[in-house]
């Protein structure tokens, strides 16, 4: 939950090492280090021979070059590509707005490596600097024992806003840091600000496109320093993007103080493994999460993929922490996370974070997918928590600063998926039943195949429009407008990896689903949903992350009418307003369907309905290069009807038809679809059906009767607009 601290400063080796080297310079009389021309280019070749004067013809060494320069604006620090350097970088000086000083790499091959050798301190330094651009470097710093050790650290105690600090394009790998120290000393990237009166900020802060690898503690890390005492600014513009990151020591992304703070498009993996503290009287901090905000206002977090965070203490994907204001969590998915999707985190008091005593308020959480979350189970590592896991985990009552409902929490149009075995919480106390406070919480799709079930919330809090499918607790909310039926996600649990749909594609819906326009309209939705469709302000949305219709390629106009009495009535439909309805006999409507691919399986839906019972209404398909198929309905309530046909091998369109070929009353049907396959025979491994969760125990399907043979129809004379179906009919499929 982090929230232990200790009350004592810790004695930061950053900060020892240059007041050593201040201590050092004064007493041995070093000289000033020489200021250069702006615009200019310095070369460092760590495998020449001798020691040149930083031109490309004759490059420097060593770092001692780049540490005994200070560089202006437009100035640049070019390492020779396929070289490694030893020992840790301090340039001095600094850019300025639009011409940077630029550290990168000259030359082909391997980025350049920059090795600090197990010394303690960041790789690379800079204290009170700005208008820095860092890219296209490898660096480490491997121990045996830890220290504190960051990748690039750069630190403001000015006193005013600094500005432009941008790290991208960097391998950062084996920084034997503490896994529970402090936070910014212990990074792969540490934007850090001091306490103090005037206060420090930061302006631009730009981390993107890195690979992070086995640093302790973190990754990237933008906060204040922990001498605590004093609160400080909001540093603003901050974006955190596109980086990868795995077997970070404990979390992954952190921004505390911030303001406007962009965290997107990172792929975080394997976290929380190790828990080492630094020696006593330091901090130390055990819990841990993917990506985290504290004490900020108006965070975006979104399109970032969390999983397998082992942390035992915390371990969630994403954490909405102390002090926070307008923090929106969108389009993220999560899995195998041992302790859930997200820790809503309430206040507590700590001399160290005087904002930690602070409520969180308008949180919006939304179109976010978590699988199997609560659980490392298939992970290569896992932990062992020391709490009841949740997917949605609150150690304490729902925070929110003013209490009032308009800032309240706002969950909705996620996607929460639980497979059979878990018994992990959708909302948790950590042994509460439990909590006070309310939120918001509708469109929701909870696929719950584990044994978990809810925590009780205050009287005001708002259920709504949620999928509630799978096992139902009887902690359960109450939801008046609730749907319990199969959802009909594509593939969930990723059970089919030869599917397209793995991932966040798995709960995608079929055309079918009973979530597709059955949700409350929210206002203020953001517009899209997890896959970047459109979600209207005023028209229901789907339940659940996403908002399209199931991949159908149907539309619904034009259809052509054949035989007397078929139409297009705003009468008998099963969804929407409108239907397809043919005569008595001899009548239909059909489709030309285009932009099909050639050899490729299709799976054609449709629901149909009969005025009189036992008359039989065909939906089906011919016209694609293969034989002509359909599936009769003889019921009076709509029932689906469900046909495969893979197109030949030139053939780009098909036709698709609802036909009657007798009878004394018309039919009716709707909710056609057609939708691309992308692995045919996984149709058939659901052969119980829409099962529960006592799937493992269903006996296969099988009719129970075998199915009567195929009777000939009477003749009906051809329609004048298009063909009918053959002249065969065949009974509806057996009930099981």
């Known amino acids: 939950m982090k929230r232990r601290r200790a009350n004592r400063p810790i004695r930061r080796a950053s900060r020892v090492l240059t007041l050593l080297a201040t201590l050092a310079g004064s007493a041995l009389l070093l000289p000033a280090p020489a200021a250069m021309a702006a615009g200019t280019n310095h070369y460092v070749d760590c495998s020449a021979a001798t020691n040149g004067n930083g031109t490309q013809a004759s490059p420097w060494n ?28 301090t340039p001095q000086g600094s850019g300025a707005s639009g011409s940077p000083v630029t550290m990168g790499a000259y030359g082909t091959g391997a980025k350049p490596v ?107 890390a933008v906060a204040p ?38 965290i997107e498009n990172n792929k975080a993996g394997h976290g929380g493994l190790k828990s080492t503290c630094p020696p006593s009287g330091q901090v130390c ?26 942390n035992f203490q915390d371990g969630t994907a994403f954490d909405v922490d102390w002090g926070n204001h307008n923090t929106t969590f969108q389009y993220n998915y999560s899995h195998q996370n041992l302790g859930g999707f997200l820790l809503v985190m309430p206040p507590f008091s700590s001399a160290n974070d005087p904002a930690s005593a602070v409520p969180s308020d308008g949180t919006v959480v939304r179109y976010n997918i978590s699988e199997n979350d609560g659980s490392n189970a298939g992970c290569p590592e896992s932990g062992t928590s020391n709490h009841a896991d949740a997917v949605i985990d609150m150690p304490g009552n729902i925070p929110n600063k003013s209490g009032s409902s308009g800032m309240a929490p706002l969950f909705y149009n996620n996607t929460f998926y639980i497979k059979n075995g878990l018994s992990t919480q959708i909302t948790g106390g950590r042994g509460r039943t ?43 909310p109450a939801d008046a407008a609730k749907v319990v039926t199969d959802p009909e996600f594509r593939n969930p649990g ?59 390629l149907v539309s619904n106009s034009p259809w052509t009418l054949s035989g007397s009495g078929s139409s297009v009535v705003t009468s008998n439909a099963r969804t929407g307003t409108h239907s397809l309805q043919t ?85 009716n049907c709707d909710d056609i679809a057609v939708e691309r396959v992308s692995t045919p025979a996984n149709l058939l491994t659901n052969a119980g059906l829409a099962r529960g969760p006592s799937a493992a125990a269903d006996p296969p399907w099988s009719p129970r009767t075998p199915a009567p043979a195929l009777t000939p129809c ?23």
């Not at 055990?286 to 999983?307: D, F, K, M, P, T």
């Not at 209207?536 to 949305?541: D, H, N, R």
């Not at 009969?610 to 008359?615: K, S």
Request: net charge negative.
């Open 62 to 89: 060593s770092v001692t070059g780049v540490n005994n320069t200070t560089f202006g604006a437009g100035d640049s620090i070019l390492f020779a590509a396929g070289t490694t350097c030893s020992g840790q970088l």
């Open 494 to 552: 990723n059970a089919d990896t030869n599917s397209a749909y793995t991932g966040a594609n798995a709960y995608q819906v079929h055309p079918s689903s009973p979530v597709i326009r059955a949700g409350a309209v929210i206002s203020n939705n953001g517009g899209q949903d997890a896959f970047g469709n459109a979600v209207s302000a005023t028209a229901a949305p789907n339940i659940g992350a996403y908002n399209g219709t199931g991949g159908n």
């Open 434 to 476: 439990s909590v006070s406070g309310i939120w918001s919480f509708k469109n929701n799709a909870i696929f719950n195949y584990g044994s978990g079930g809810y925590l009780g919330t205050g009287a005001g809090s708002v259920y709504s429009n949620n999928l509630f499918y799978g096992r139902h607790p009887s902690s359960e």
């Open 714 to 736: 009477r003749p009906e004379p051809p329609a004048a607009a298009w063909t009918r179906p053959p002249a065969v009919c065949r009974p509806a499929p057996p009930t099981c």
């Open 285 to 310: 901090n055990r819990a841990s999460a993917g990506i985290w905000v504290a004490g900020s206002q108006n965070s975006l977090i979104q399109h970032n993929e969390v999983y397998c965070h082992a």
């Open 114 to 220: 920059i090795n600090a050798g197990g010394a303690a301190g960041p790789v690379i330094h800079l204290v009170n600097q700005q208008y820095w651009e860092i890219g296209g470097l490898e660096i480490t710093n491997s121990a045996a024992s830890p220290d504190y050790r960051s990748g690039v650290l750069a630190e403001n105690n000015s006193g005013g806003i600094l500005h432009h600090i941008r790290v991208h394009d960097m391998f950062i790998h084996n920084i034997s840091g503490w896994p529970a120290g402090e936070y910014v000393t212990n990074a792969g990237v540490g934007i850090q600000t001091g306490h103090g009166t005037p206060v420090s900020t930061w302006d631009d802060i730009v981390v993107e496109n890195n690979t992070f690898d086995h640093v302790d503690r973190i990754a990237v």
């Open 583 to 667: 005569g008595a006999s001899g009548s239909g409507v059909e489709q030309a369907l285009s932009g099909l691919s050639p050899n490729t399986t299709y799976l054609l839906t449709g629901w149909a309905r009969v005025a009189n019972a036992g008359e039989t209404l065909a939906i089906g398909v011919k016209n694609y290069g293969g034989t002509e198929t359909f599936a009769n309905v003889a019921t009076t309530s709509y029932s689906e009807a469900a046909v495969l046909f893979t197109t030949g091998s030139t053939n780009t369109t098909a036709t698709l038809y609802c036909w009657k070929n007798g009878g004394t009353a018309a039919g």
């Open 225 to 262: 320093d922990p001498s605590g005492g004093q609160d400080i600014g909001l540093t603003t513009n901050t974006v955190i993007r596109g980086n990868t990151m795995t077997y970070d020591g404990a979390d992954d992304i952190l921004v505390v103080k911030g303001d406007g703070a962009l």
